[in-house]
Nanobody, 127 residues
Framework: QVQLVESGGGLVQAGGSLRLSCAAS????????VGWFRQARGKEREFVAN????????TIADFVKGRFTISRDTAKNTVYLQMNSLEPEDTAVYYC????????????????????WGQGTQVTVSS
């Protein structure tokens, strides 16, 4: 089994920054990718970013490109989401997720490609 624990969320003013962390434990050695998704109230969960474990390749959603970056610390089994220039529209619960399947880059944009999920961390951006 795999456990994912997010942290780093909070309340920030527009234009500010936050760094989210996703600490993974358990049988993570077989993971293919770790992703960040977010879900705003009343909306569907949407892809934000992912990092493919074996090749360290990243994908960032267009609507946060240039503001958000994803990185990892292999020794700590932790993935980070650095969020800069935050906007009120970024307000949501942010979830990290782990995929253990060898999926194509397009499939790794989908919620259904991830088998393990964290509990989520709230990010609120005030205007």
């Amino acid at each position: 089994q795999v456990q994912l624990v997010e942290s780093g969320g909070g309340l920030v003013q527009a234009g500010g920054s936050l760094r989210l962390s996703c600490a993974a434990s358990g049988r993570t050695i077989s993971s293919s990718a770790v992703g960040w998704f977010r879900q705003a109230r009343g909306k569907e969960r949407e892809f934000v970013a992912n990092i493919r474990w074996g090749i360290s390749r990243t994908t960032i959603a267009d609507f946060v490109k240039g503001r958000f970056t994803i990185s990892r610390d292999t020794a700590k089994n932790t993935v980070y989401l650095q969020m800069n220039s935050l906007e009120p529209e970024d307000t949501a619960v942010y979830y990290c997720a782990l995929s253990t399947t060898l999926s194509s880059p397009s499939h790794l944009l989908q919620v259904t490609s991830y088998s393990f999920w964290g509990q989520g961390t709230q990010v609120t951006v005030s205007s």
